[in-house]
């Protein structure tokens, strides 16, 4: 990853109004937003702030700006772009449009947990598009996107904040470290996080794999219902009715391919024989050309995205730089017992809420990277040998505005060193994580940490920057990688308390809510 501060100038636009279901009028100035010139230009004098709340009136705004730049870029002559560019249009064009659909979905719900993660989520869309120009040295080319997306990054930002100053000020009664985080949690019994249906908590539980679970069955010898899962996907939405749980069983095998579930296919659920026995494969990468986001072997963006006993690798090696195994941009997903097989950016935890359980991530470079809201758990960490003169970075967290709810929690896990790492660690630094962008927040939490952990623990991105802004913290971990006596000097990295470390389990940071508990996950909700 390469981190990317640009873009234009100005834009005022007709407003279409989307209604909400219900109007919260606490907060009706623009002083408090991170860009209060641009709140009072476009809200001030609107006419509907005296029918409608000051909050559904900046959203809509921003809501009209989103579908004027997604028009704008879509229709843009690329005769002058060169293919790499190209590429990283693409993506652009993408995030935009999902950015119109997390907006949609914010104005129609009253739920702040649900809006912040949405509106966290676009953020991170607009970052993403400048960040593929970036990577393929194609920087000279953002001049050439609509100018008025300088504009609507901060009419989004400011959104942000006042949806987190109005919850704040009616309901949120605690916050993650660093701002941005959410109180007013349920937890359910039964040992798991509350986050799926029954059924889907039957289908978790289940001890092995089996066809009479599966709508479809994917066997890359034949002896299913199709040969390759990009298939069976497509089939899906054929086959189904509504959004009820769709279950593939992919059997024992190889899948050589590079799979999307897209945002239509939502609550898809993928079953494997087994951590290494069905794997899906691939090797895009950014050396070859594509843009980070483009690069994954397996990309989920459907909401409730579930996977279980399956692979996700990414061969194109070090040398090839970024190169994603999995990427989840998927709305409260659930991974259990997978594994996740790469080196620089293995595992891009995109956007929105994710849980890990019982899973392996192999890495090198930041191969634990992107800006969900994600809680890892009884999982197993493993850093690889790198290339010559890198270091690893098991994090690199990307939360760009403090009023994101995004983060990464790693709780009762272990790091240790892969088979190709050990007899060479001694030669090879090892750190927790390093600042991708200026608010970056991960914290590790009664964690095993082996010796191949760095004595200061964390590592600089770039000199000073994002060192007072992040939010890194660590709470009783253990293992001789775990002392803390000659951790980092930075204002942002914390010894956490009990009550701070509460704040990013299950139970606070994913919000113990209405979507796990029921995926038959186990789970621990406290610390």
């Known amino acids: 990853m390469d981190k990317l501060f640009v873009l234009g100038v100005l834009s005022a636009s007709l407003l279409v109004f989307v209604p909400r279901v219900a109007n919260c009028d606490n907060i009706t100035s623009c002083t408090h937003t991170p860009y209060p010139q641009v709140c009072d230009s476009f809200i001030s004098p609107n006419p509907l702030l005296t029918s409608k709340g000051f909050r559904d009136v900046a959203l809509t705004i921003t809501l ?3 579908q004027q730049a997604y028009s704008l870029i879509s229709a843009m002559d690329l005769s002058s772009f060169d293919e790499p560019a190209k590429a990283a249009h693409a993506d652009c064009s993408g995030l935009y449009d999902d950015t119109v659909n997390q907006l949609n979905r914010v104005l129609l719900s009253n739920n702040w947990e649900d809006t912040q993660t949405w509106l966290s989520a676009a953020v991170t869309n607009q970052e993403t598009c400048k960040n593929g120009f970036m990577e393929l040295n194609s920087i000279s080319y953002l001049s050439s996107l609509p100018s008025m997306l300088s504009n609507f990054s901060k009419l989004l930002s400011n959104s942000l904040a006042i949806n987190n100053q109005e919850a704040s000020a009616s ?11 959410g109180g007013g949690r349920r937890l359910l019994s039964g040992g798991f996080p509350s986050w799926v249906s029954a059924a889907d908590r039957k289908l978790l539980s289940s001890p092995s794999s089996s066809t009479s679970q599966a709508n479809i069955v994917v066997a890359a010898d034949g002896s299913g219902d ?6 069976a996907l497509s089939a899906s939405t054929k086959q189904r009715s509504g959004t009820s749980r769709f279950v593939i069983y992919v059997k024992k095998g190889t899948y050589n391919e590079n799979v999307q579930v897209t945002k239509s296919m939502k609550n898809i659920m993928l079953i494997g024989d087994g951590i290494d026995t069905t794997i899906v494969t691939g090797s895009k990468n950014v050396k070859d050309g594509s843009t980070t986001f483009n690069s994954a072997t397996f990309a989920a963006v459907g909401d409730g995205f579930i996977a279980k006993y399956m692979t996700f690798q990414n061969t194109a090696g070090p040398q090839k730089y970024q190169a994603v195994a999995f990427r989840s941009g998927s709305d409260k997903s659930v991974f259990y017992q997978c594994s996740f097989k790469g080196y620089q950016d293995t595992l891009y935890v995109y956007s929105q809420r994710q849980f890990y359980r019982n899973c392996d991530i192999y890495g090198t470079v930041d191969f634990i990277f992107g800006d969900a809201v994600v809680v890892f758990q009884n999982c197993n960490i493993y850093p690889r040998k790198p290339l010559s003169g890198q270091e690893n970075t098991v994090t690199a967290q990307g939360r760009t505005d403090p009023n994101q709810n995004t983060g990464i929690s790693i709780h009762d896990c272990q790091i240790t060193a892969a088979s190709d790492l050990k007899s060479v660690q001694s030669s090879v630094k090892t750190y927790l994580g390093r600042p991708w962008k200026e608010y970056s927040r991960t914290v590790v939490m009664k964690t095993y940490l082996d010796s191949l952990i760095d004595p200061a623990g964390w590592l600089e991105w770039n000199g000073n920057y994002g060192l007072s802004t992040l939010y890194y913290g660590e709470y009783k971990n253990t293992g001789s990688g775990s002392s803390t006596s000659n951790r980092v000097k ?3 990295y914390h010894i956490m308390s009990t009550s701070d470390a509460q704040k990013f389990t299950v139970a606070n ?3 113990g809510g209405s979507w796990i508990s029921s995926a038959g996950v186990p789970y621990t909700s406290g610390l």
Request: aromatic share 12%.
């Open 490 to 492: 930075w204002k942002g």
């Open 226 to 231: 199709y040969k390759t899962i990009s298939e």
């Open 64 to 66: 009209n700006h989103a």
């Open 509 to 511: 940071f994913l919000g």
């Open 171 to 181: 309901t949120v009664s605690s916050k993650p470290g660093g701002g941005g985080g």
